[in-house]
Nanobody
Framework: QVQLVESGGGLVQAGASLRLSCAASGRTLSWYGMGWFRQAPGKEREFVSAITWSGGSTYYADSVKGRFTISRDNAKNTVYLSMNSLKPEDTAVYSC????????????????????WGQGTQVTVSS
């Protein structure tokens, strides 16, 4: 079982960039696919991006495609979400999650297939 801690959020102006980090404690997450989700006040949790355990495949929600990049550094036991050209509608709590199953070759897009979650980091984008 792993524990995940997100960091890197903050208050930025529209057009700025942020890089979120998701660091794992306990056992390595290198065998797990990882995902990023976000939730804005009054809205449902939304899928943002995912990466397979090997890093061989990635997937992005249409709302962030071309602006966000997911990556991982298994030597540091960390997954990243680089966010460029931030918009006010990106404002949300961003959470990372680990796949409940090891070594799946496909990206996992639904929240109920992840069973290890971080507490989230707040991203606020002002206009």
């Amino acid at each position: 079982q792993v524990q995940l801690v997100e960091s890197g959020g903050g208050l930025v102006q529209a057009g700025a960039s942020l890089r979120l980090s998701c660091a794992a404690s306990g056992r390595t997450l290198s065998w797990y696919g990882m995902g990023w989700f976000r939730q804005a006040p009054g809205k449902e949790r939304e899928f943002v991006s995912a990466i397979t355990w090997s890093g061989g495949s990635t997937y992005y929600a249409d709302s962030v495609k071309g602006r966000f990049t997911i990556s991982r550094d298994n030597a540091k036991n960390t997954v990243y979400l680089s966010m460029n050209s931030l918009k006010p509608e990106d404002t949300a709590v961003y959470s990372c999650a680990a796949d409940r199953q090891r070594m799946r070759t496909r990206v996992v897009l639904t929240a109920n297939e992840y069973n290890y979650w971080g507490q989230g980091t707040q991203v606020t984008v002002s206009s």
